[in-house]
């Protein structure tokens, strides 16, 4: 069990090791430099006075001793400069960590707006990932937020109006029949959806090493898609062709996750398709087809293209296409089926097959992508 209490302040440990590792170091060199200085000092002494012959006992001791008294006062001065500058220079170099630490303390205590300083070296690939890590909390942070208030606000509608009916019911205002039921089993139809669109939200969010990878056939699972949305395509007026360029091969990857992702995508195809931006030179009987476009050119990865028209979007909520309960049309309460969930269930699925998702739009004309690696094991390019 991790001890969630901070620690005590205490002695400055870290700074006492570097301090002493530095006296250490300089008592070495200095020790090494004594004895070696001395050998060598009565080695030539002795050579010098066999060579002129003169007695080495007294001259040789007060040599010596001048010699030694020199050598410690030059140890003394030099630990005691080396004691300083290492204070110094340790003091400079643990400031930055102080600092650091400072702000771990209040990322730990909530404020996920503290940053580390901006450094140099070693120390600033630290601070920068450990800003980096701090900015990526508090965007989970806003992000969570947020989701709790859409969430409120997705499950206050129906809970609303659920109630409002009940009481008018007991009050007698509406009278129990087809209609007021009706609109009830509707209401609780889109609690139903939320809850379960949460659900697969949820279980998209798995982690990668629980997936079971096989080989699929991407386009097997495209036209099953596509037959399972038959009938609301027909009473749409909205069909899908599927073209394919290149050699279709297996891709590696696991077929529950493939099928919700085709499904979503389909399912934004037949809702938001929209004939009316069909340029006019190009109406005709199929103008307002959907399109499915495989495109296996690549060595290293399948990319599926979900087209169709549709009405634009501002560049401004392009970006936020993929974000929980992000809708384009703010003035809308929402329904089951438009609670701006699709698209973040989408996103995170194929995440975890290790591929990438983004949009386009050009001229009316709306494309949504989806790219799979051919191995199922690395993110595509």
């Not at 009706?182 to 659900?199: F, H, M, T």
């Not at 307002?288 to 990319?303: E, F, H, M, N, T």
């Not at 699925?349 to 998702?357: F, H, K, N, S």
């Not at 739009?361 to 690696?373: D, E, K």
Request: proline share 5%; aromatic share 8%.
């Amino acid at each position: 069990m991790i001890d969630s209490r901070p620690p005590r302040k205490t002695f400055p440990i870290l700074l006492l090791q570097l301090v002493v590792a530095n006296i250490l170091v300089a008592m070495a060199v200095t020790g090494t430099l004594y004895v070696l200085f001395t050998r060598l000092m009565d080695a030539y002494f002795e050579r010098l006075m066999h060579e002129f012959d003169i007695s080495p006992t007294k001259l040789n001791s007060m040599f010596t001793s001048d010699v030694e008294q020199s050598l410690w006062w030059g140890i003394v001065v030099a630990l005691a400069l080396g004691i300083l500058l290492s204070w110094l220079l340790t003091r400079t170099l643990l400031r930055p960590i102080s600092k650091m630490v400072r702000a771990t303390e209040k990322i730990a205590d909530g404020d996920l707006s503290a940053r580390a300083p901006d450094l140099k070296g070693e120390l600033g690939t630290l601070s920068w990932h450990m800003n980096h890590m701090a900015a990526a909390l508090e965007s989970q942070e806003q992000g969570r937020q947020q989701l709790l208030r859409d969430l409120s606000h997705e499950l206050r509608t129906p809970l609303t109006n659920v109630r409002g009916y009940i009481e008018g019911m007991e009050d007698g205002v509406f009278q129990p029949g087809p209609e007021v039921f009706g609109v009830l089993n509707a209401e609780v139809k889109r609690l139903s959806g939320l809850i379960d669109d949460l659900s697969e939200l949820s279980l998209s969010e798995e982690a990668p090493d629980r997936q079971k990878l096989e080989p699929v056939d991407l386009r097997a699972h495209v036209d099953a898609v596509i037959a399972a949305h038959r009938a609301r395509m027909i009473e749409a007026g909205f069909r899908i062709r599927v073209q394919e360029i290149g050699t279709p091969t297996k891709v590696m990857a696991e077929p529950g996750k493939l099928q919700q992702i085709f499904n979503n995508a389909v399912a934004n195809m037949v809702q938001y398709s929209d004939c009316r931006f069909v340029p006019a030179e190009q109406q005709g009987p199929a103008a307002c087809d959907g399109a499915v476009i495989l495109d296996w050119s690549s060595p290293r990865q399948v990319k599926v293209c979900f087209e169709n028209w549709a009405a634009p979007i501002p560049e401004q909520d392009m970006a936020h296409l993929f974000d929980r309960f992000y809708r384009v049309d703010k003035s809308r309460s929402g329904t089951a089926s438009n609670v701006g969930l699709g698209l973040a269930i989408m996103k995170r699925l194929v995440g975890a097959l290790g591929g990438r998702v983004w949009a386009s739009q050009t001229r009316g004309r709306f494309q949504l992508f989806v790219a799979l690696s051919r191995t199922g094991t690395s993110a595509p390019a």
